[in-house]
């Protein structure tokens, strides 16, 4: 199969929906962008406005159609979808939890994929799983990931198998890290520190340390070690979180009871 025709459609311009329009929209996407949405923010009638993008145009069956409504309101908006849907369309869902066959059955084509965005997907600084299905065209699946990349570096593709998985490490590792910022402050707080600093350390420390860890060849465990002196400050706070592999054997149970919640809310 060919890569798709040009022509994006977009039901959803909430926060996902508009970072991603965003991005088609300032690298020059090559083709027209339509966005559905029934409350459009004051962006999309400004980019209405410009020129960008035809806002809530009639429904004609589009060339691809990424959804990203929130899950709770697919099930009300079916019919409005599959008047998007022709025989050619290629569908990218960016809804946690409805797997490809519900999908494809739902939008009447198994031309569909799958993508697990992230929250720092915001800021262009995101983790996006992409999962078509195991018989997808590479074009397609190549002109997805390009799609996707205004949310930042996108894996794929990825396995629906794996997707809990990978779900339980970037979907909600976002909440993981600012988990850390907001313990690392409490614990400052309680250590002394005025709240306000606390946090700034905190915050500026967890965003410094992902910058570096990505700037580095180094693996995160030998940056860690780099940092750590035997017999030094930092080692004597390590040993209280490594002690019987205390924070190791957490985060898997931590991971662990996402996945399952994932499966239980994906019907599986
Ligand atoms: N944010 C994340 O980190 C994240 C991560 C992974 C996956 N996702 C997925 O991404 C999707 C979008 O999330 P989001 O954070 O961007 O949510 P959001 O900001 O609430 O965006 C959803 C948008 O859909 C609009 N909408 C509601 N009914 C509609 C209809 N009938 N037709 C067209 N549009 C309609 C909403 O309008 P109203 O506001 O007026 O209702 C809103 O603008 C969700 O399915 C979510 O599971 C998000």
């Not at 799983?129 to 002109?143: I, M, V």
């Not at 350390?201 to 995160?220: H, I, N, Y």
Request: negative net charge.
């Amino acid at each position: 199969m060919a890569r798709p025709e040009p022509g994006l459609t977009l039901i959803g311009g909430g926060r996902m929906g508009s970072a991603l329009a965003g991005g088609w929209i300032k690298s020059g996407y090559e083709g027209p962008i339509s966005i559905h949405d029934p409350k459009p923010s004051d962006l999309l009638t400004e980019w209405q406005a410009a020129g960008h993008i035809a806002l809530n145009p009639d429904p004609t069956p589009a060339a691809t159609l990424v959804i990203a409504v929130k899950p709770q309101v697919y099930p009300d908006i079916l019919g409005a979808i599959r008047a998007l849907v022709g025989p050619d369309t290629l569908v990218l869902s960016i809804m946690a939890g409805v797997t490809l066959d519900a999908l494809a059955r739902d939008v009447g084509t198994r031309r569909v994929a799958r993508a697990m965005p992230n929250t720092p997907g915001l800021v262009g600084e995101g983790m996006t799983l992409l999962c078509p299905p195991a018989d997808a065209s590479d074009e397609d699946t190549a002109y997805l990931h390009d799609l996707l990349t205004p949310l930042g570096a996108v894996e794929g593709p990825i396995g629906e198998d794996q997707i809990s998985a990978a779900t339980a490490i970037s979907g909600c590792g976002p909440a993981y890290a600012f988990l850390l910022a907001e313990v690392m402050a409490a614990a400052g707080r309680a250590h002394g520190l005025d709240e306000g600093l606390a946090l700034r350390l905190a915050r500026k420390t967890v965003q410094g340390a992902g910058v570096l860890m990505m700037d580095s060849e180094d693996p995160p465990s030998r940056l860690r070690e780099n940092v750590t002196s035997p017999g030094g400050v930092t080692k004597a706070a390590l040993d209280v979180l490594m002690r019987d592999g205390a924070m190791p054997s957490l985060m898997e149970e931590a991971v662990g009871a996402a996945i399952r919640r994932d499966r239980e809310l994906s019907g599986e």
